[in-house]
Structure formats: structure tokens, C-alpha cells
């Protein structure tokens, strides 16, 4: 009931391509946060979801939260060489952690 | 700058040497944490701690041990460690319910 699936594991794109990543949960999700990590780097956070059917913007990267909140997306329009890096959604549990998808490594093709 | 720091970067060491992996925090956040990273497995997390000697387990805690004697650090130690501990080692702080600071991991390995 903890886990949070995160699919796909890996996507190779073009440049200029659309990527989405997708995050599902089997339990109704309290909120859910999304984090990048570039190739050596550590995970930064970008955004948090709380709200049901709810969608946020960072320039070409847009984040939706399921109306029932138990699934989540992240979707990256014309992707570019400096979106490479692994993607991670998190959730809450038991308002006390944190539990993390297996995450969804991004390569982009120039 | 806020930041959470880790030391040290990268370790390199033999099965059953006990090793301490040091983690501070500059933002007087009371929730810390680590996590290990392995491939095809994410982040998993290993302990945590909600504030000062206050500890917990989390998903994967065999051969770890934590401590949290002041607000600020949060040490991993590994009492005998084994190959199988070998992994990228990250190191959080927040305040509740907000993001996550990571450290800039260890890679550690265990010959």
C-alpha cells in the first residue's frame, strides 16, 4: 500500500520530443512531490501537488494530480539536452515520510 | 546559503571497518533522513529522525545506525559494514511537510 509505481524506467528521446512520466499509487495519495537528479548530481525538488485534478506549470514542464489523487504526471513539451536526468515522485506516509518511486531516467538525443 | 552537507564524498573501505557517514543541516530543520540509492531501485529510505534523540527505521535499516544528539547532525553509521551496503548514500532535511534538501551523497564502497 506504501509503494508509489513509476513508470516508464527509461525513455531516450530527441530533441524537441515530448516526454511524460507517470506516477501510480494503489491508495488515495494526501499529496504527491516531484524531484529532479542530473547524471551525478542529488535530487532537487521542483514541485508539490496537493489538490485533486490539480495542474502546475514550470515553463515546458507541466504536473497534473489525478481527481482521485492516486496518480500524478510530470510531462516535459520539446524536450532539451538540459532536461536529462532521472525523475523521482514521492509521497507522504503517515505524515512522517517520505516513500519514493523508482524513478524514470530521462536521455535526450541531440 | 542553506544547504545540507555531507562528508565524504566518496568512500572506499573493507568489509567489517566501522565507517561514519557525517550529515549537517544549516537551516534548523527538525525532520532529517537518509536514503541509499541503488539501480532500478530509487531512493529507499534507511532512517530518519523527527527532531533531537528522536529516531525511527525506515523501509530498509539492517546494519545502520543513526544518531541525532543535536539538531543539526544527523551521522549514518555503519558498525561492520558489507559489499552489499556498497551504494550512493543521500543525506535529507526539511521542515515537516515541506521539500526535501538533499546532501550531495557519498558513493561508498565496500571491497
Redesign the interface.
Request: aromatic share 22%.
Given at each position: 500500500g506504501q509503494q508509489v509505481m513509476?513508470i516508464p524506467?527509461y525513455q531516450h528521446v530527441q530533441e524537441g520530443e515530448d516526454f511524460t512520466t507517470y506516477c501510480n499509487s494503489s491508495t488515495t495519495l494526501s499529496n504527491i512531490?516531484w524531484?529532479k537528479q542530473r547524471p551525478g548530481?542529488?535530487?532537487?525538488?521542483l514541485i508539490?501537488l496537493v489538490k485533486s485534478g490539480e495542474v502546475k506549470k514550470q515553463k515546458r514542464l507541466t504536473f497534473q494530480f489525478g481527481e482521485a489523487k492516486k496518480n500524478s504526471s510530470l510531462h516535459i513539451t520539446a524536450t532539451q539536452t538540459t532536461d536529462v536526468g532521472t525523475y523521482?515522485c514521492?509521497r507522504?506516509y503517515n505524515?512522517?515520510?517520505?516513500?519514493?518511486?523508482?524513478?524514470t531516467r530521462l536521455q535526450v538525443f541531440p | 546559503e542553506a544547504q545540507v552537507t555531507q562528508n565524504p564524498r566518496y568512500l572506499i573501505t573493507v568489509t567489517g571497518k566501522k565507517l561514519t557517514v557525517t550529515c549537517s543541516q544549516n537551516m534548523n530543520h527538525e525532520?532529517m533522513?537518509w536514503?541509499r540509492q541503488d539501480p532500478?531501485?530509487?531512493?529507499?529510505?534507511i532512517y530518519?529522525s523527527?527532531n533531537v534523540e528522536v529516531t525511527?527505521k525506515?523501509?530498509v535499516p539492517e546494519g545502520y545506525k543513526v544518531s541525532r544528539k543535536e539538531k543539526r547532525n544527523f551521522p549514518l553509521i555503519l558498525e561492520s559494514p558489507s559489499p552489499n551496503q556498497t551504494s550512493l548514500y543521500?543525506c535529507?532535511s526539511t521542515s515537516?511537510?515541506e521539500?526535501?534538501?538533499?546532501?550531495?551523497?557519498t558513493q561508498l564502497s565496500v571491497l
Open positions: 513509476q524506467q512531490q524531484y548530481g542529488h535530487p532537487v525538488f508539490q523521482f514521492a507522504s505524515t512522517d515520510k517520505l516513500i519514493f518511486g523508482t524513478g | 525532520y533522513s536514503y532500478g531501485l530509487g531512493l529507499r529510505q530518519y523527527m525511527d525506515g523501509d543521500f535529507a515537516k511537510g521539500k526535501l534538501f538533499f546532501g550531495s551523497g
